[in-house]
């Protein structure tokens, strides 16, 4: 009897809300690795990706991991690890105060008022330690206060997912640690195509980060019966030098649940059911979630004012 | 037009629910948004009729059960219920005998709520003012299904023309289709359909979620997950009693369907 890989399967993504479709992920790549006979899934992970991203109607991390977390309450698989979605104050707290030893401002950590937070616009990808951009600098109106929580507004619509080298990475950490009580061989990322294809917009991934996701952890990617997602592999190089690590799973069932038709039909007052676990649409109209009004809330207005890039 | 002046509407799927899916909730729920937004109907009820064992489809697993798991999947529904009525009657059903059966139902029900009212005093009247003028009006009763069912209507001898035309005239369809596929065409390339398009409402179903029956039962056999595609509970009672298997995927096998049979000896 030949040993089975233990594998953690890993789902990045903003669950802005979760649907049942996420859900099928998990459940469609559980069969596709036990069917091969060689691993046997011991876990999945939802990690909501946090605040600190920004996109155009993204609601908190706390509702949207809440959500997550009712929706996986029956599974005894899938959990949600929040971790990520608390990492912006921590990661930001950290480097803030590296990057920045000789202003006293930066030991101010103080809240703004939502209205307040402020949002840059950043035209090109730079590099830093994780990906972010660390910036300070001072707004005016009401006084003018230095503040050092910082957000970065990527305009592509992939930009959660290039932190995933690092969660995987943490992920793997706290599950194989000492005192961790299962073995781990693997953690796996579970995605649809339009990650696997994000590959290829320029300026999105580093090299490094794909080579070490698709190296060292390896993808699930389901995608749609007929997909040209195989297409795809063959014409990267990268992804084709690792393609035993990339398993493609097809779905037998047609399921475009997306979180965006999710907020759309919330928008337009029509109806959820049977889209979404119903614990989760009960949860989204008691706290009148996703509808217009809410998309309309106050959100960052625009500074302007002088920033300087990090020297690391 | 307010809630007061809408007509009253139910709505009737019938179809083997073998077993009940997601999807087949969904199309209620579609239909409802839809007639709503029209602004001129207020759905009241859905019912979901199970096609009775009769019908003798392959692989269709027994009343009893198909009953029992619409219930479960039901039970958080408001105003969804499923239906015996077909599932008790001796032989197989017609569509149109069903579309009359659940309307008389409607009409009887009515009649003894405006009997219950007339009995009562005039305090008590009052307060039941908005229930009572929702009891005045017989409630429109149509036919919820998918885009496959309006092309079933060219299948031979699967239909008979005047049944077609009834519930076209009487009742009227609500017609689920998915992005990609367009019933209009069946319309248009059928007489009868066309002359009753206006008793056709079309809902285009922008969130694909194909959950088929035959596929579900096709991964119950292999053990595959069907978990987020069906209700729970239904996944429970399908474990708990072992009802899809390769043998219960085999009854019925080489049977002609019960109306091919019935309208092939009548000619």
Known sequence: KTEKTEVVLLACGSFNPITNMHLRLFELAKDYLHETGKYKVIKGIISPVGDAYKKKGLISADHRVTMAKLATNNSDWVEVDDWESSQSEWLETVKVLSLNKACSHCFDTFTLAPSYKPVLTIPSFSSSLLGWVFCRGTITGSGERSFTRLYLEYSSPYSSIYKIPLFCRHHHEKLSSPDATISLQNVKLLCGSDVLESFAIPNLWKLEDITEIIQNYGLVCISRAGNSTQKFIYESDILWKYKNNIHLVEEWITNDISSTKIRRALRRGQSIRYLVPDVVRAYIEKNDLYTCHAICTPNASCFSFSFTFPEL | ?267
């Not at chain 2, 409802?32 to 109907?41: A, E, I, N, P």
């Not at chain 2, 969130?207 to 596929?215: A, D, L, V, W």
């Open chain 2, 1 to 267: 037009m307010s809630v007061k002046s809408r007509i009253p509407l139910i709505l009737l799927a019938c179809g083997s629910f073998n077993p009940i899916t997601n999807m087949h909730m969904r199309l209620f729920e579609l239909a409802r948004d839809h007639l709503h937004r029209t602004g001129r109907y207020q759905v009241i009820e859905g019912i979901m009729s199970p096609v009775s064992d009769d019908y003798r489809k392959k692989g269709l697993v027994s009343a009893r059960h198909r009953i029992a798991m619409a219930k479960l999947a039901l039970e958080t529904s408001d105003w969804i219920r499923v239906d015996p009525w077909e599932t008790e009657q001796e032989s197989w059903t017609e569509t149109v005998k069903v579309l009359r059966h659940h309307y008389n139902e409607s009409v009887r029900l009515l009649q003894s709520k405006k009997e219950f009212m007339k009995n009562k005093q005039p305090t008590e009247r009052s307060t039941e003012n908005f229930l009572s003028s929702q009891c005045s009006v017989v409630p429109e009763l149509k036919l919820l299904c998918g885009a496959d069912f309006l092309q079933t209507f060219q299948t031979p001898n699967l239909w008979k023309k005047e049944h077609i035309q009834e519930i076209l005239e009487e009742f009227g369809l609500v017609c689920i289709s998915r992005a990609g596929s367009d019933p209009a065409q069946y319309i248009y390339e059928s007489e009868l359909l066309t002359k009753f398009q206006h008793n056709i409402f079309l809902v285009k179903e922008w969130i694909q979620n194909e959950i088929s029956s035959t596929q579900i039962r096709y991964a119950l056999c292999r053990g595959l997950s069907v978990k987020y595609l069906i209700p729970d509970s239904v996944i429970a009672y399908i474990a708990y009693h072992n009802i899809y298997t390769e043998e219960s995927e085999r009854k019925n096998e080489g049977d002609l369907l019960q109306p091919l049979k019935l309208h092939n000896t009548a000619m």
